[in-house]
């Protein structure tokens, strides 16, 4: 059964930093891609990141050059690190592994940016 939780939410003030994990379960993580989606309240769900299984990054508009995706294939860990954090950033993040078994997705974890 595969099982994926992410965790390292939080408040943090603007212009601060956050580094949000993903950690799966089940033996395919190497094999699928990881993306990091989030949402805010009354807004659709946006893509912020995504690495592939042969390491391909690419990112949302809205992160670019404010975040880093990376992947931990022999922990079946993936990270988000973002920096100059701005109120816009406010959301529920989620992580999403998607591999030939199917789609799966977290819980999600808070992001509030606020002073």
């Known amino acids: 059964q595969v099982h994926v939780a992410e965790s390292g939410g939080g408040l943090v003030q603007p212009g601060g930093s956050l580094r949000l994990s993903c950690a799966a379960s089940g033996g395919i993580f190497s094999n699928g891609d990881l993306a990091w989606y989030r949402q805010a309240p009354g807004r659709r769900r946006e893509l912020v990141a995504r690495?592939?299984?042969?390491?391909?990054?690419e990112y949302g508009d809205s992160v670019k050059d404010r975040a880093t995706i990376s992947r931990d294939n022999a922990n079946e860990m993936a990270f988000l690190q973002m920096n100059n954090l701005k109120p816009e950033d406010t959301a529920v993040y989620y992580c999403?592994?998607?591999?030939?078994?199917?789609?799966?997705w977290g819980q999600g974890t808070q992001v509030t940016v606020s002073s």
């Open positions: 690495i592939r299984s042969d390491f391909y990054t």
């Open positions: 999403n592994l998607n591999s030939f078994r199917g789609s799966y």
